[in-house]
């Protein structure tokens, strides 16, 4: 794909994207459901944006958007109201998502006819049962509702990215395709290496801050170091030493640390503003160009081969994986039901599924002949790449759809209309 063309491209998706978000602020909807609509319609429906060159660009516009919008919702999310919903978090990011990647990984195998044990499904599962920071954090910034509950459903999302890329290479490597050796040291070495780097990182920042009239600079600086958090603990110690930190957990602790230390230092209040301001410009960038480039990369043969079984694992996913997850989860926990309710239908899947399935599937059309016999004897690798692919964009599609849309509405039926007590939770909106 030529330079120009992918310049009109993402000119294109600025222009209509910026009309179809303006539509939706009007209609008083998240613009996120329009975005991928449009997607959808510039890409396999009027075949403007060929999935080819949408799938080059998603590549580079998925990573680099997720780093804007991790930042910008962690940086402004309080420690203070976190660690009042911190076990709440844990539990999500445990159980919860365990019992939805093993609710969604049957449901997909009796679905498409294979045995229960067979690990496709449960690939299925671990690409799609981590929830979407991209999709959360918008929401809540315009949907008042208790911040504890924005903050611990927007919190669940940053943390289990990292969970869900794991366990997806954990059941690649059942599928004999995944260089992991011994996925719980990778899963420790992920989490906890992240969650240093992050704290360190946070406290280098503030020493620079603290010490050097940043000013309007302060922004770039914080953003260059996060993509280079990305850079290192995604690419570089990985090749290096075959063990990596997550970047993206990284760079959510980092931001969380130093946005709330700054926001305590009434002198560098000024410093803040600036990196909000810029964190929430390149988050309504990265917004358009993930969600209208995620609807473009869908091939209309792909979508008429395996509509069917992808339609019945997505609400499988969405409405008995994510719920039982939940209600499992949460069991004799301190929430009420609807609370629970709450939070069962809140989990909507987003760029980091999109990512996964992506790589998958073209991880396993690549390797076809390591899959072993005992799996492709009941389903080809093509079906397991062309199933998993469209099984995971009618999840995220659906998902994102349904509970973006339906966010305010449930949140004022189950959760009330909601009055601030704390002045950390006014300033949380």
């Not at 004897?377 to 509970?403: H, N, Q």
Request: glycine residues 8%.
């Amino acid at each position: 794909m030529e330079l120009m063309i992918a310049i009109g491209y993402l000119g294109l998706a600025l222009v209509l994207g910026s009309l179809v978000a303006k539509i939706a602020e009007k209609l008083k909807i998240p613009d996120i459901p329009l975005l991928l609509l449009l997607g959808l319609i510039v890409g396999p429906f009027l075949q403007i944006i060929p999935s080819e060159s949408a799938m080059k660009i998603f590549e580079y516009a998925g990573p680099i958007g997720l780093i804007f919008i991790l930042l910008g919702g962690a940086f402004t999310m309080r420690i203070s109201l976190l660690r009042r919903v911190i076990k709440t978090v844990i539990r999500l990011d445990t159980i919860t998502f365990l019992v939805a990647l093993f609710v969604s990984g049957l449901i997909f195998n009796m679905v498409l006819n294979l045995p229960y044990t067979s690990p496709v499904g449960y690939l299925f599962g671990a690409i799609t049962s981590a929830t979407d920071p991209a999709t959360l954090i918008p929401v809540f910034s315009r949907v008042r509702t208790n911040p504890e509950v924005a903050i611990t459903l927007e919190a669940e999302s940053i943390f289990n990215d990292p969970l869900g890329i794991v366990s997806t290479s954990v059941v690649l490597g059942l599928i004999g395709l995944s260089s992991s050796t011994n996925p719980a040291i990778d899963l420790v070495v992920l989490a906890g290496g992240a969650i240093f780097i992050g704290i360190l990182l946070a406290k280098i920042y503030e020493k620079i801050v603290i010490h050097c009239e940043f000013h309007e600079y302060v922004a770039p600086l914080v953003i260059g170091g996060a993509m280079l958090i990305l850079y290192v603990g995604d690419d570089l110690l990985p090749s290096i030493f075959g063990y990596g930190f997550s970047g993206y957990m990284a760079i959510a602790i980092m931001a969380l640390c130093l946005g709330d230390a700054l926001f305590k230092m009434a002198e560098k209040h000024e410093d803040y503003e600036y990196v909000v301001r810029f964190c929430d410009d390149l988050s309504l960038l990265a917004r358009i160009f993930i969600f209208v480039f995620l609807g473009a990369c869908i091939k209309l043969s792909m979508l008429e081969s395996y509509f069917i079984p992808g339609l019945l694992v997505a609400l499988g996913s969405i409405f008995l994986a994510r719920p039982l997850g939940v209600f499992i989860g949460l069991a004799g926990s301190k929430h009420s039901f609807k609370e629970k309710l709450y939070f069962a239908l809140e989990g909507p899947r987003g760029v980091v599924p999109a990512a996964l399935a992506v790589t998958v599937g073209i991880e396993i059309l690549k390797n076809a002949d390591k899959i072993p016999s005992s799996i492709t004897k009941y389903i080809s690798p093509t079906d397991i790449a062309g199933t998993i692919i469209i099984g995971t964009f009618m999840t995220i599609l659906l998902s994102v759809i349904l509970e973006a849309s339906w966010a305010r509405v449930l949140a004022l039926k189950l959760l009330g209309e909601y009055k601030p007590k704390y002045k950390e939770e006014i300033h949380h909106h």
